[in-house]
């Protein structure tokens, strides 16, 4: 956690597709690399782990916001951003990883596999998260991002 410290979430997993808030500092951030950025981004989720506490003196990171499930959703700093969430996990592939957890684990996982609130059908703001991390990345190599990205 580059410095931080990490626990079990005693609320348990956070699975599916969920939002979170950006804290005031992470909109700041977000929309200084990409001005478009939603301000309660979507992702798929699969995480019982969370980050309670950056260690800002140290680590120099700050919250990009967080929701009730989990309080720090990812976190930026001038080299770094990170997101709790999995914008990799299309829909297809976040079923299946909940029917792995279920299988191995035996954790309810009928939310995400059904049309419920957090069902992995539900949209997400995968393809910003995509084009903030691009955007953020080129600009520490100061290397222009394409038009179509």
Known sequence: ALGGKV???PKGWELGVNGFDLSAKGCDFCRGHLPDFPAHP??????QDIVVDLNSEVSGLRSLGGNDMCPIQGSFGDKVMTFQG?????SEF??????????????????VQETGSC???M?????AVARLMITF?????NVAVPEKC
Do not use: W
């Open 137 to 141: 990345l080129a600009a520490q190599k």
């Open 119 to 121: 069902a992995a059908t």
């Open 94 to 111: 976040m079923l299946k990883v909940a029917g792995k957890i279920n299988e191995a684990l035996g954790v309810d996982t009928t939310c």
């Open 7 to 9: 626990a079990a979430n």
């Open 86 to 90: 999995h914008p990799e996990f299309d």
């Open 42 to 47: 979507r992702l798929p989720y699969s995480h």
């Open 123 to 127: 949209p997400t703001d995968r393809s």
